[in-house]
T-cell receptor
Framework: DADVTQTPRNRITKTGKRIMLECSQT?????MYWYRQDPGLGLRLIYY???????NKGEISDGYSVSRQAQAKFSLSLESAIPNQTALYFC??????????????FGPGTRLTVL | RKEVEQDPGPFNVPEGATVAFNCTYS??????FFWYRQDCRKEPKLLMS???SGNEDGRFTAQLNRASQYISLLIRDSKLSDSATYLC???????????FGTGTRLLVSP
């Protein structure tokens, strides 16, 4: 079983709709991240959370919000989706307590299309 | 200037060739460096961390040059299965977040 899972894997929606992308992990990691990937722009950090009570904006947080419901779950919401939010979204985790605290492990991604 | 820069490629090489990629970073305080591999439409997966002394894992060798602020990845005896996009990532002290390059695409042909 995958250690980091994302749902849905693919989603097509219309402009103005509210969308939630979910991420779950069984790795027991304390840190979780949301990225989006666009051709030519690479991975860009949207939000990150170092524990359940900690939420931080990344470089492109406008138009997004997150919720860290538990150590294992980190959700990304688009309150009112717009076409330029069409992208591949990745969740990632890392572990502060292990010797490899810098290493991030990625989920399989969610391909979101906003029409 | 981007914080982390890579040549997007593609690098087209025949099987068995040796190929090298560089990745430059702008923040001299950067502390940790990584190479990730990403197959088309899949998630990035850690290929190797890059240590100051350089490190090798089979056909892959990573080097760090702090003076010139770049990291490199050398792949020897290229395989068809090495075809992918290689992302470099840099972590700065204190902030604990990774900054990724846009990736270098490698195509290995028979």
């Amino acid at each position: 079983d995958a250690d980091v899972t994302q749902t849905p894997r693919n989603r097509i929606t219309k402009t103005g709709k509210r969308i939630m992308l979910e991420c779950s992990q069984t790795k027991g990691h304390d840190r979780m991240y949301w990225y989006r990937q666009d051709p030519g722009l690479g991975l860009r950090l949207i939000y990150y959370s170092f524990d359940v009570k900690d939420i931080n904006k990344g470089e492109i947080s406008d138009g997004y919000s997150v919720s860290r419901q538990a150590q294992a779950k980190f959700s990304l919401s688009l309150e009112s989706a717009i076409p330029n939010q069409t992208a591949l979204y990745f969740c990632a985790t890392s572990d502060l307590t292990s010797g490899r605290q810098d290493t991030q492990y990625f989920g399989p991604g969610t391909r979101l299309t906003v029409l | 200037r981007k914080e982390v820069e890579q040549d997007p490629g593609p690098f087209n090489v025949p099987e068995g060739a040796t190929v090298a990629f560089n990745c430059t970073y702008s923040n001299s305080a950067s502390q940790s460096f990584f190479w990730y591999r990403q197959d088309c439409r899949k998630e990035p997966k850690l290929l190797m961390s890059v240590y100051s002394s350089g490190n090798e894992d089979g056909r892959f060798t990573a080097q760090l040059n702090r003076a010139s602020q770049y990291i490199s990845l050398l792949i020897r005896d290229s395989k068809l299965s090495d075809s992918a996009t290689y992302l470099c990532a840099v972590m700065n002290t204190g902030f604990q977040k990774l900054v990724f390059g846009t990736g270098t695409r490698l195509l290995v042909s028979p």
